[in-house]
């Protein structure tokens, strides 16, 4: 079975009707035990100091696995560093495709798209939706464990991120990943509830910061809801037999105003005190900061992460005053 990377969520019915093992290299650089060492690789073949971690660690977890096939390349709707990212692969033999999210959100444009990577795995359409209507069975399940984490309080914030940022690749094995998501849920089930004094809404992309979610327990808060990490599940598309309407309804790719949408109706539907929005530092969304603060009308703490590691002392300062202020 080949392997294909991606550098964020495409749409992976694509790899799994081409039975190929779709693999989020995201996944991978931030689960690296040694992600530092993975930047100061990229870094001595000259990639800037100043560029994205992410498309660094991506870059050197390419590199050491030798078992990737491909990559496809998200060069619109994500980072533009795509982009340079694909010819610095190119210039090590490393085979990459192409894939956009158009700014548009038009529907033939996205269709075009997805019919490309039809057409180059050797596929089509309606296998896709095949696909898709198995792994709808498990974004069923990925929504309930949502709901245990808003709903029933009984789903950690941590929890709630790992499962659903997982679902973009489904870990490789849609199969695996569904047996192990309902013995997960079957033991949430049994907890007590929690009952934490400030309910914090996540938005922005999912954190390089491994210790986040952790302390915000810590200071009698929950995160019960994760803005980016929900979209990966699909969950708003959930029973349409439309590979290229599910993908037009992602919103990620997409403008900020499409995603505050979303972000509003979750801030009132969970009953969220405050939010915590996520940049990465040299990221194009850290200006998106300005539209975020101006549209919501609940408090908002900025954080900024660079490279992978633990909470600085600052920011756990920064963290506690505002659910100190909120509580």
Same mark, same amino acid.
């Given at each position: 079975?080949?392997?294909? $990377? *991606? /550098?964020?969520?495409?749409?992976?019915?694509?790899?799994?009707?081409?039975?190929?093992?779709?693999?989020?290299?995201?996944?991978?650089?931030?689960?690296?035990?040694?992600?530092?060492?993975?930047?100061?690789?990229?870094?001595?073949?000259? *990639?800037?100091?100043?560029?994205?971690?992410?498309?660094?660690?991506?870059?050197?977890?390419?590199?050491?696995? !030798?078992?990737?096939?491909?990559?496809?390349?998200?060069?619109?709707?994500?980072?533009?560093? /795509?982009?340079?990212?694909?010819?610095?692969?190119?210039?090590? $033999?490393?085979?990459?495709?192409? *894939?956009?999210?158009?700014?548009?959100?038009?529907?033939?444009?996205?269709?075009?798209?997805?019919?490309?990577?039809?057409? &180059?795995?050797?596929?089509?359409?309606?296998?896709?939706?095949?696909?898709?209507?198995?792994?709808?069975?498990?974004?069923?399940?990925?929504?309930?464990?949502?709901?245990?984490?808003?709903?029933?309080?009984? !789903?950690?914030?941590?929890?709630?991120?790992?499962?659903?940022?997982?679902?973009?690749?489904?870990?490789?094995?849609?199969?695996? *990943?569904?047996?192990?998501?309902? !013995?997960?849920?079957?033991?949430?089930?049994?907890?007590?509830?929690?009952?934490?004094?400030?309910?914090?809404? &996540?938005?922005?992309? @999912?954190?390089?910061?491994?210790?986040?979610?952790?302390?915000?327990?810590?200071?009698?808060?929950?995160?019960?809801?994760?803005?980016?990490?929900?979209?990966?599940?699909?969950?708003?598309?959930?029973?349409?037999?439309?590979?290229?309407?599910?993908?037009?309804?992602?919103?990620?790719?997409?403008?900020?105003? /499409?995603?505050?949408?979303?972000?509003?109706?979750?801030?009132?539907?969970?009953?969220?005190?405050?939010?915590?929005?996520?940049?990465? !530092?040299?990221?194009?969304?850290?200006?998106?900061?300005?539209?975020?603060?101006?549209?919501?009308?609940? @408090?908002?703490? /900025?954080?900024?992460?660079?490279?992978?590691?633990?909470?600085?002392?600052?920011?756990?300062?920064?963290?506690?005053?505002?659910?100190?202020?909120?509580?």
């Amino acid at each position: 079975m080949k392997k294909v $990377g *991606f /550098t964020t969520s495409i749409p992976v019915e694509t790899v799994f009707a081409a039975d190929c093992k779709p693999v989020d290299i995201n996944n991978i650089f931030v689960n690296e035990r040694n992600a530092e060492k993975l930047l100061e690789n990229a870094e001595k073949i000259g *990639f800037p100091r100043n560029s994205c971690a992410w498309i660094k660690g991506m870059y050197s977890c390419i590199m050491s696995s !030798a078992d990737l096939d491909m990559i496809i390349g998200v060069v619109e709707g994500d980072c533009s560093n /795509t982009r340079a990212l694909r010819e610095v692969l190119e210039l090590n $033999g490393v085979k990459s495709v192409p *894939f956009s999210y158009p700014n548009s959100r038009d529907y033939n444009l996205l269709k075009s798209e997805i019919l490309n990577l039809c057409n &180059y795995f050797g596929i089509n359409i309606e296998q896709c939706v095949h696909i898709k209507k198995k792994l709808d069975n498990i974004r069923k399940k990925l929504v309930y464990l949502d709901e245990l984490t808003w709903k029933y309080n009984k !789903a950690s914030g941590l929890e709630n991120h790992i499962w659903q940022v997982s679902s973009s690749d489904f870990n490789g094995d849609y199969n695996v *990943f569904k047996s192990k998501l309902e !013995a997960e849920i079957l033991q949430i089930e049994k907890r007590d509830e929690f009952h934490e004094k400030v309910r914090i809404g &996540y938005i922005g992309v @999912p954190p390089i910061i491994s210790d986040l979610y952790d302390f915000v327990e810590t200071l009698d808060g929950r995160i019960v809801y994760n803005e980016v990490q929900r979209q990966f599940t699909m969950a708003d598309s959930i029973g349409i037999d439309d590979v290229v309407e599910t993908y037009k309804n992602f919103t990620y790719p997409y403008d900020i105003y /499409t995603r505050l949408e979303d972000i509003k109706n979750q801030i009132k539907k969970r009953k969220i005190d405050g939010v915590i929005h996520y940049t990465q !530092a040299f990221c194009f969304r850290g200006i998106e900061d300005i539209v975020i603060r101006k549209n919501l009308d609940i @408090p908002v703490l /900025t954080l900024e992460g660079d490279r992978p590691g633990s909470l600085d002392s600052r920011t756990k300062l920064r963290i506690e005053s505002f659910i100190d202020m909120i509580g």
